[in-house]
């Protein structure tokens, strides 16, 4: 745990010392062509305001304080990163692409000499076009900002249907809602918690599957906002499995408060969900990738998980599927190499919004929706129930999933 805490101490000076680039190049940009010194000012002012905003979110997390003066701060720390976050993306663009069209200008000037140099590497040329795109560049951040708060709260129900070699007759038509990555903490309370368990029980699926993630804060701070998933309901129970946020906020008191809700936590191990004669399902769950970082005994495993029982089951019937639950997409080697008919993940929020989907390609195998890993392993990403930081969601909308297995 300490060895974490260190770490962590390392990437946060790390990502802060990056963010203070980002916003000085954002305000560096915007004040091209601005001559009057008070705009000037107020764009710094503005961006040093904003940086200093997410560490300060954080930190009052780290301690009580009101409810209330957390909201405001986390909404407006939250709000203002991901509008500089879209506008960063956006002039980076525009200023890749201006170094672009240099570089094809002094290709074409070199090839043939006689004719004048391209008017686009002119300094004042450059910087004329810097400044009237500036405008542009604002207004069509602001346009995806808006939709995208608007859409971020906007779950739909994706249905998915999975063809499963050898799957029985029985078993033809089996359905797992899965919820992840909710993130029920400073932005998100008990009425979405209610918002989803009503949405996932109006399917009637035959199990519930909570890939990790659900809280972002300890059992103190969340347990009233949580308290709605006691009333999620399916005829094989809920199961559910650690995502990295739970072990930042605390895993072993919220696997207990998880199991009093009625979650089957599974931390490398499986139940056999006797659905039909002849048609028997394992679900097995792996703790977070990274786990171990916190507890060596939480070192995510699939293959122990497909030889250890969790407590409490019993069955000794020969499963014809074989399901895996795991918070984070690269857990797909360890469970195709265990024979893994299908695994069940989510943390990736499907990059949430640009340049997301490109960022989280660097760390997992796959961003999102339903992929065949090698010949026989099938996996699926969901886009999450809820977000992370920013209440914005661009291209990668939030979903309860509908999984259906089918024979082939």
Partial sequence: MRQYWKRFLVFFSFVTTVLGIAYSFVAVRLTVGLVHPGLIALVWILAAVSLLLAPLAFALRMF?????????????????????????????????????????GGIVD??????????????????????????????????????????????????????????PESLHGFTIAQITDIHIGPTLKRNFALEIVKKVNNLKADMIAVTGDVVDGSVQ??????????DLEARHGVFFVTGNYEYYSGALSWISEFRNLGFQVLLNEHAVLEHAPGGNVMVAGVTDYRAAEFFDDHRSDPALALRRAARGSRSSKEPHVKILLAHQPRSIAGAADAGFDLQISGHT??????????????????????????????????????????????????EITLIELVRR
């Fill in 221 to 230: 701070q969340l347990r009233d906002h949580t308290e709605p998933f006691a």
């Fill in 110 to 167: 070199r090839f043939l000499p006689w004719r004048d140099p391209a008017n686009l590497l002119h300094p004042m040329h450059r910087e004329f076009l810097v400044a009237t795109s500036n405008a542009a560049l604002l207004c069509l951040a602001g346009g995806m900002f808006v939709y995208g708060v608007i859409r971020a709260r906007a779950i739909g129900i994706e249905r998915v249907q999975i063809p499963i070699d050898g799957l």
């Fill in 349 to 398: 929020h499907g990059g949430q919004f640009f340049p997301g989907p490109y960022l989280v390609r660097l760390q997992q195998p796959y961003t999102k929706g339903l992929h065949r890993h090698g010949d026989k392993t099938w996996i699926y990403i969901s886009r999450g129930t809820g977000y992370w930081g920013p209440p914005i969601r661009v291209g990668a909308s939030p």
């Fill in 64 to 104: 009580q304080v009101p409810e209330r003066i957390e909201k405001i701060i986390a909404w407006t720390s939250y709000l203002s990163f991901g509008f500089f976050a879209m506008l960063f993306a956006l002039i980076a663009g525009r200023d890749l692409g201006l170094v672009a069209v240099d570089q094809v």
